[in-house]
């Protein structure tokens, strides 16, 4: 229903009555595709010769593309992107309202045809060939937030030169009996991310030893949304990712395997997160009935995000999974695991 939507806008505006304004600054698509620098819908097309990269400026920075090294005939030459083409946010949830504006569409934005690479371990350098990567070079102060076609699970990273920086993540959920996964990676005061946070083993890569089937922890990357939360892989959701930003530096963003897309970024000054709730309103052409439903994006619980001690008192017959999405036997020891929804371990 249309009054779902007021209601989402004046949630909104009552949670975030003092907060600074945000500012939504959206690529424009069908400008780029005339000038060459997107292809026309699913059709990719790299960055003509000469190109700087660039989709988007104005006072609060400037948007595009990463340089990148490429092998072409034997020979390095740096290039912007192997292929860039215009993508749709997702039909659900594709409205948005951010500290109480007006609800308003999320439009269409590019994605690339390669995914990023790294010379090493990804938690050292950002990627310096192979793909899709973004760069931001702030000219204020602020928080940025950027729009998503986000996946449970793909790792998603944001560093500032060869540092990873810390960020707020967040994205839409079907078919659980929860509605949304979040999270906030642990800052140190510059925004870079705090690897001596007593809690960041919890964002980090987990794995399982194969002669012991104990749980281990991989430091030099992060774990996907899904096994961040909890939950393992829910699919695709409308997602956003918040970081802070100094004015004079280069930001880059990007997500391991995965071609990550994005339509521009929502500017807000001073250090608080603007709030966000995405929302959608669908009409069923054959009974004119009209379905809606809305999202605030960092508030309330999100996934699971509570570990007992021994099995969960529900559906004994429910699969039982690990922290990588893997189904495993409901016995099994030395890990997390989780069974309807809900994590738990046996001693």
């Known amino acids: 229903m249309k009054k779902n939507l007021l209601l989402v806008a004046a949630l909104a505006a009552t949670m975030c009555m003092n907060a600074a304004t945000p500012v939504a600054s959206f690529i424009d ?64 949830y594709n409205k948005y309202s951010a500290n109480g504006s007006a609800v308003a569409d999320i439009p269409q934005g590019v994605t690339g045809d390669g995914n990023p690479s ?12 192979g793909g899709w990567v973004y760069k931001f070079d702030a000219k204020k102060n602020g928080t940025v937030t ?13 560093y500032l030169a060869n540092s990873p920086v810390a960020y707020n993540f967040a994205m839409t959920v079907g078919g659980q009996d929860f509605d949304k996964l979040m999270y906030t990676l642990p800052a140190l005061p510059n925004g870079l991310l705090n690897v001596n946070d007593a809690d960041i083993d919890k964002y980090y890569k987990r794995g399982t030893n194969a002669e012991t089937g104990e749980e281990t922890i991989d430091n030099t990357a992060l774990a996907t949304p899904g096994n961040i939360v909890g939950c393992g892989n829910v699919g695709e959701g409308t997602g956003i990712v918040q970081f ?17 897309c994005t339509n521009g970024f929502v500017f ?9 709730v995405v ?28 570990i007992v001690i021994g099995q969960p008192a529900l559906d004994e017959n429910a699969p039982v999974y690990n922290l990588k999405g893997q189904v495993v036997d409901k016995d099994t020891k030395g890990m997390i695991l989780i069974q309807n929804g809900k994590k738990f371990i046996n001693l």
Request: include cysteine; aromatic fraction near 12%; charge should be negative.
């Open 268 to 276: 807000c000054e001073g250090t608080d997160y603007p709030k966000f």
């Open 279 to 306: 929302s959608y309103e669908k009409t069923n052409e054959e009974t004119g009935e009209t379905t809606s439903a809305s999202v605030n994006l960092f508030e309330g619980e999100a996934g699971i995000d509570n």
């Open 29 to 92: 698509v069908d400008a780029l595709t005339a000038e060459g620098k997107i292809g026309d819908g699913d059709k990719a097309f790299a960055q003509p010769e000469g190109s700087d990269g660039v989709l988007l400026d104005n006072e609060y920075g400037t948007f595009g593309l990463a340089p990148i090294e490429i092998d072409v005939d034997g020979v390095k030459k740096v290039s912007f992107a192997l292929g860039c083409k215009a993508f749709s946010p997702t039909k659900d």
């Open 118 to 129: 790294w010379p090493g371990a990804q938690l050292a350098s950002y990627p310096n060939g």
């Open 244 to 260: 802070q930003v100094f004015a004079g530096r280069t930001y880059y963003l990007c997500a391991a395997g995965s071609k990550m």
């Open 146 to 158: 950027f729009f998503t076609k986000a996946n449970s699970n793909k790792q998603y990273y944001v």
